[in-house]
């Protein structure tokens, strides 16, 4: 686990922005499970977290459409609800940074850490609104 002094300016990144965070696993589960669209996104402390995923997906929701739910889990500290978080993503492997957008709790769009390493925050932003436009 991680020193939460150390991952509260990333967790706080997330919140200024409009996301809940899931701490435990009933958590992950109601807001999944909620109708409507969720965006959850599994936060890292990683270099690829700072430089693309947070960015691209704080961007993403200046689009006309967007999830009716955002929500947040941090890798590496919140373990159960991340688990519960990555079990409402399968088939895709655990991955942190990822995102993953639920419509009805059922996953419909998902963007591992492979389609975010070395990705421009605006592409992570276009690549999450076009499932936007899709779905929400």
Known sequence: MYPENIVKPMRDEMIIAGFSELKSTSDVENV???KG???VFINSIC???AGSARPGIV???NFEKKP??????FAGVDIEATQKARDFM???PPSSPSAAL???????HMIE???IEGKAPNMIANDLARAYEQFC
């Open 32 to 34: 999944i499970n909620t």
């Open 37 to 39: 669209t969720t965006l």
């Open 47 to 49: 270099g690829c977290a």
């Open 59 to 61: 961007r993403s929701l």
């Open 68 to 73: 009716d739910q955002l929500a947040t889990v």
């Open 90 to 92: 399968i088939p895709f």
């Open 102 to 108: 639920f419509k009805d709790g059922e996953l419909v």
């Open 113 to 115: 850490r492979h389609q």
